[in-house]
Structures are given as C-alpha cells and as structure tokens.
C-alpha cells in the first residue's frame, strides 16, 4: 500500500509561541500539544516528541511503544524537576505508529491527553482516540451530554498528561486501514475550532495529504485561531477500484503498564474538581489541575471577559456622557441667574459647567424662587434654560412694580394680609 502524509501547524491567531510540536516519517507520526509557564510547554512538547521517538524508531510492537510513552514521560519530568522554570510543565501526545504487513499495514495508535487521532473509511470520519479530559470522562461515564460538554468551562482540564507523574499509561488502538482511508492526527486547536463534519469534509476533498494537513489548520486559524493548530494526515492510497466496501477494523489493545522509573505522584499540583462528585463519580479520575499551566482557554476566557466588561463600561460612560452633555439647568452664580450643562450637584464625575450668565438677580426675584433656583431647575435644552430665564424676568418685573424693595414692608403686608 502505498502510504503518503502530511503535515502543517500554525500559531494561531492569539498566542505567541507555539507550543505543539509534531514529527512525521512515513512510519512514525506525532503530534504533541505542551503546557506550562515560561516556555514550558515548548520544552515539554518537543521533549516528549523527540524522547518517543527515539525509543518507538525500532519498537517492535505496542508493548515497546507503550514503553517509548513512559520514557517520554521521565524525561519530561525530569527535565521538570532539574529546571524550576520549568516545573509542572507536561503534555498531550497522540502517536500513529505504521506497522508494513504483508496483506495491510497495521496502524497503532497511541494517545494522553486531549490531542485526537481520527480516522476516514468509507466517508466516515471516526474519533479513534479518547479525551483523558475531565469532561471527556464525564461525558464517557453519561453525567454529561455532548451539547454540555462542548460549553463546558473545565473542557481545558486533562486527567492524563505526560510528564507530570509516575506510570502514566496511554491508550492504545489497533487499526487495519484500506486503500482510499486517512488518519489525521491533531491537536485541540483544530477540534475546538472545527466539527467533526468539516473535519471528515477537508479529508474527503483534499489533493492531497499536505494539502489536507495545511487545509485544516488554515480553516481553524480562520475560525478563531485561539490555539496552536497542528495537523498531521495519512494518507492510505486511493481506494480501489475492484475494492469492496468493507467495516472499518480498529480495537483497543489492552497492554500491562509499562512500569517507570519516575516515582509515583512525584510533582505537587492541587487536585481541583470542577464540582463536588457525588460516590458515583469517584470511578473517574480526578482532572490535573491547570493553574499551573497556561492553557489558551483560562487565559482567554478571562480576556473575553475583560473585554465584555470594558466593552459595558464603554457603553456606560459613553450613554452617561451624552446624558449629561444633553442636560441644563439654571441655577446661580454671584447671585446671578446662570444656565449650567449637566445635573445639579454633578453626576458622578461631571460637575456642572457654567454656560451662561444673565443679567438677573436672584434677589430681584421673589423669595419663594431663591430655594428652587440654588438647587438647580432642571430644563430638556439650552433654549428652554433660556425660556424659563425670560419667564423669571417677566416675574421678576412684576414682583418689583407690585411691591417696594424692602422686606420689612413686605412682611407688613402679609401680616395685614392675613390680619
Ligand atoms: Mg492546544
């Protein structure tokens, strides 16, 4: 058979590193996804890639693959522990491994974390591989539906990681792939961004397996970008002619744990469930926590978040600064009838702003007015300020033609008034 492939990865639209790595050979294909601070998932990612590798080039079978797995973990994790920097970083890997037989190649592939591997047969896309994620166990063990946990916030949280722990152990598949089938190895920053529909659609429609790879993580990058993509397709040949269709062969190899060298639960990380498990979620294993990793997804959710919340800040200040600009009110100044822009007191941070001054005096107008105009009347516009300041004027002409400008005979007159 004859097998080409492909690959491409970018870093996206929002990160500045990228933190996947991936490797391919014709026989051999990875692709890891690393987490940590610093640049701790580029060293985590990249180890892990070359230390598989190195150990899986003449593995002879899932057992000595299996084994590769755990001496990528150690050397992650020692790579940890030697630099403080780099402590706690760890990462993904999924690993298609191509076995030439003489009927078929026999695929194995091999996963930790929630890096995928899919395969096409008969237009059928198939996830072969199984998210070691906290929502991925949920949903495995029915607590929760795929509508849920496609928005779930702890989609981030993986419960497998290598290099973080002692006698980590990936899962294994073992796949019998026919002529005209495609295995596409890849990291979340493709299967957040893409469905599986318009996954399965780019390894139909493809030239082929480079530009599936790079068509991929094009369409990703384009649908948000908010990760590092990586993709890596195998192509299986066309399909032939006189080939009759035939079911899709792929079973899960269970294997003993290969045993390693690094000690069990070496690294302190805080276990954080998403919520508190009832007894019947005690079976599924509690999800790594993140904090010490810098994942896109926390780092964006609270960017989101800012920005939503700036953006209604923005809004607020711009609504309550066309308010105020809109607002009068006459009031005094020097004992001068003034028109103010903005609120009487002030809103917030905007003080009232002496607009205009006219030639009126508070004491030229009766006493009944001087309360009311020294706490501001308010007036829709400029123009109806003016108004109500030509109505105090007439008032006040009259005030001073029905009566003489001292207080005292007015207060004679009311009191004979009421007497
Ligand atoms: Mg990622």
Known sequence: ??????????????????QDYLYADGRLFVVADGMGGANGGEVASKLAVEGFVSRAAGAPDGRAL??????????????????????????TLVAAVVYDEPEAPRVLVLNVGDSRGYILHDSD????????????????????????????????????????AGDLEPDMWEIRPRPGDKILLCSDGITNELADPEIGAVLMG????????????????????LDNATAVVIDFGPPEPEDVPAPLQIARTELPVPRTAVPAAPVTFTRQPA??????LMQIPQPLSRS???????????????????????IGVYGITNYVRGSYFVGVSNNRIAIYQGRPGGLLWFAPHLVAVRNLRLSDLPSAYASELRNGVSE????????????????????????PRTTSTTTTTAKSGAG
């Open 125 to 164: 896309l198939t996830q072969i591989t199984e998210d070691h994620s906290w929502v991925g166990e949920l949903l495995r063990a029915g607590k929760l539906s795929p509508q849920e946990a496609e928005i779930s916030v702890s989609r981030h949280m993986l419960t497998r990681v290598v290099g973080v």
């Open 380 to 403: 829709p516009s400029f123009a109806a300020a003016s108004k109500y300041i030509s109505n105090l004027q007439a008032q006040s002409l009259q005030f001073s033609q029905a009566s």
């Open 1 to 18: 058979m004859n097998v080409t492939w492909g690959d491409a990865t970018d870093v996206g639209r929002v990160r500045r590193n990228n």
């Open 206 to 225: 493809g030239a082929d397996a480079k530009s599936m790879a790079e068509e991929l993580v094009r369409r990703a990058v384009e649908a948000g970008g």
């Open 275 to 280: 919520f508190s498990r009832g007894p019947d």
């Open 66 to 91: 299996k084994s590769a797995v755990a001496g990528a973990n150690e050397d992650v994790f020692r790579e940890g522990q030697a630099h403080n920097e780099l402590a706690g970083m760890g990462t």
């Open 292 to 314: 010490n990793f810098t994942k896109a997804g926390t780092v964006l959710r609270i960017l989101a978040f800012l920005a939503a919340l700036a953006l209604v800040i923005g």
